[in-house]
């Protein structure tokens, strides 16, 4: 397994251009199964998952072509509603062709994603939705089975917020008869793109960024050619990057808007920060102040950037309290953090960090995408080298991390096995 090796202690400066959103591909990929026609896809990252959403999709029967950034899906011949464990397990978002494989299909068995490090992630809900759009359910040896000779429009509310959730259900309802009601629905900009792109193929739903989605079901929806949206997430983790090392980044091809709640605690952390249209610049603060935050889906602090967030947290002067209320083990990163010198104490779904002078460099180990990009974020800041094993998690979410590291003036290698 490759892993990425770090040297410590210097300034980051440049620009970085912010490739597009994994999230936002992901589920804009899957949609294309919802068309007879080819789609071509724009801005599209070059990862592990979306590679593992080509071969599911050519499970399925599409024909896929990806070059570069950019894919084009067939779907024209959509043959197999199967979706089998060896192409979900690598991939939980897999679960996103449940609702477009009914659609299409009137039928699907979809392998159930298990648990993951960050949390059980249940698809209960996705399950409820898409059986008060009338689709009959089944779980049987580890396998969604679903039915539905139409789809009806329903009034549906989701008890908790669900990204994927909403994603999926819009997507099934786009084909279905009549109007679907989405209450409580996620506000994502990932599921405002994916709303998007289904609107462009002629879908016709509304509503979408905020938490009342209502979709009319339309008989047909037609190929498209679209591009993906930045990646905040990635922004972000390069963003605080600059504000840990004290350095002076701008980020190119971003959407500012996107990230509101990180540029507002960043602020208060101490970094200057300037918005100008698609780019922004972060110049780190001398002395660091401490910020508390708390987890929320969006438009609160996204999930995605607390483990970023603690490693800043963790080199600022004074005590903080991050508080992760979306997944219930999202904290594994901070045992790799105290190894590195970090004084950190869990209590429930808090994490309260007593901000330490310097980290100190250590052999760590990834355990999840966003805790890879932190420990990276922490070895750049750390007196020494520091080893990141396992960074194949790092390689389903970010796009040539390392060179665009070494660009801004890091000393990040990865060493291949
Ligand atoms: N939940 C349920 N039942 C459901 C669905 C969700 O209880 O049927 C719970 C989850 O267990 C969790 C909460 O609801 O506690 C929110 O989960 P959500 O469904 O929103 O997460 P997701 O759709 O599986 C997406 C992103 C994640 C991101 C979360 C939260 C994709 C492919 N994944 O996951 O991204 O953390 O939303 O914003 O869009 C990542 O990129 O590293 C990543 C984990």
């Known amino acids: 397994m490759d892993k990425i090796i770090v040297d410590g202690g210097r300034r980051l400066a440049g620009n970085v251009v912010i490739s597009g959103a994994k999230n936002a591909a992901l589920p804009i990929l899957v949609s294309s199964l919802l068309t007879d026609g080819k789609n071509t896809y724009t801005n599209v990252p070059n990862l592990k998952d979306i590679q593992s959403t080509c071969v599911l999709l050519q499970n399925h029967g599409a024909r896929v072509e990806a070059a570069e950034n950019c894919v084009t899906i067939d779907a024209g011949n959509l043959s197999n509603s199967e979706a089998p464990y060896d192409l979900v397990r690598k991939m939980r978002a897999s679960i996103l062709v449940l609702g477009p494989l009914i659609a299409r299909l009137k039928k699907a068995r979809v392998s159930l994603p298990g648990g993951c490090a ?20 089944e779980l049987k040896h580890g396998y969604v089975e679903a039915e539905a000779d139409r789809l009806i429009g329903a009034d549906i509310y989701f008890d908790i917020v669900t990204v994927t959730g909403t994603e999926n259900i819009m997507m099934a309802a786009a084909l279905a008869d009549g109007v679907t009601l989405l209450r409580n629905a996620a506000r994502e900009p990932e599921v405002v ?26 008989e047909k929806l037609c190929p498209v050619s679209v591009s993906i949206i930045p990646d905040r997430i990635e922004a972000g983790t390069f963003m605080v990057a600059a504000a840990l090392t004290r350095g002076d980044i701008t980020l190119e091809n971003c959407e500012p808007e996107h990230l509101d709640a990180l540029i507002h605690k960043l602020r208060l952390a101490g970094a200057r920060i300037q918005v100008s249209g698609k ?15 708390k987890t929320h889906p969006y438009p609160g602090f996204p999930t995605d950037m607390q483990a970023q967030f603690m490693v800043l947290m963790s080199v600022a002067s004074g005590l903080s309290i991050i508080s992760e209320t979306i997944f219930e083990n999202r904290f594994i ?17 808090a994490a309260v960090i007593r901000g330490v002078p310097y980290l100190s460099a250590a052999p760590v180990m990834a355990s999840d995408l966003r805790a890879s990009a932190s420990l990276i974020l922490a070895g750049l800041v750390a007196q020494g080298q520091t080893e990141v094993n396992r960074v ?3 390689d389903r979410g970010y796009e040539a991390m390392e060179k665009k590291f070494e660009k801004l003036g890091a000393a990040v290698t990865r060493v291949k096995s």
């Open 279 to 293: 780019t922004i610049r972060v110049e780190g603060p001398e002395l660091i102040s401490s910020v508390d935050v």
């Open 193 to 218: 793109a994916l709303a998007d792109v289904l609107n462009q193929m002629g879908a016709d739903i509304r509503g979408a960024g905020t938490s009342v989605i209502t979709i009319t079901g339309v």
């Open 392 to 394: 194949y998690h790092l």
């Open 333 to 349: 990163h901070v045992g790799e953090l105290r190894r590195m010198g970090a004084d950190i104490t869990i209590s429930g779904n």
């Open 118 to 137: 960050i949390g059980a992630r249940p698809i209960n809900l996705h399950l409820k939705a898409l059986a008060s759009l009338g689709a009959k359910i």
